[in-house]
């Protein structure tokens, strides 16, 4: 099992950038496909991007371009850059963990963390 713990989120204006970071807890991290999504009020959540255990990237067409993932084993930690940050990115981002392929069910989320982009 592992459990997830997000920061980093916050208030940010159009065209800014904001780094979010998920911690992990467990001794297996690097065998987990680690993912963000987000949900904005009245929406369903999205899938924004994953990064597999190879360390396999893959993103949203939404934010490609302008999101990066990243982890880093040694930490536990996977981040999620955000760059050129527009209003409709106004969301709570979670990150989740599976065992599986980036593309399957993920049965680790973290509480997430609001990021509001004003415009």
């Known amino acids: 099992q592992v459990q997830l713990v997000e920061s980093g989120g916050g208030l940010v204006q159009a065209g800014g950038s904001l780094r979010l970071s998920c911690a992990a807890s467990?001794?297996?991290?690097?065998?987990?496909?680690m993912g963000w999504f987000r949900q904005a009020p009245g929406k369903e959540r999205e899938f924004i991007t994953a990064?597999?255990?190879?360390?396999?990237?893959y993103y949203a067409d939404s934010v490609k371009g302008r999101f990066t993932i990243s982890r880093d084993n040694a930490k536990n930690t996977v981040y999620l850059q955000m760059n050129s940050l527009k209003p409709e990115d106004t969301a709570v981002y979670y990150c989740?963990?599976?065992?599986?392929?980036?593309?399957?069910?993920?049965?680790?989320w973290g509480q997430g963390t609001q990021v509001t982009v004003s415009s």
């Open positions: 989740a963990a599976t065992l599986g392929s980036y593309y399957s069910n993920y049965p680790y």
């Open positions: 467990g001794r297996t991290f690097s065998n987990y496909a």
């Open positions: 990064i597999s255990w190879r360390e396999g990237t």
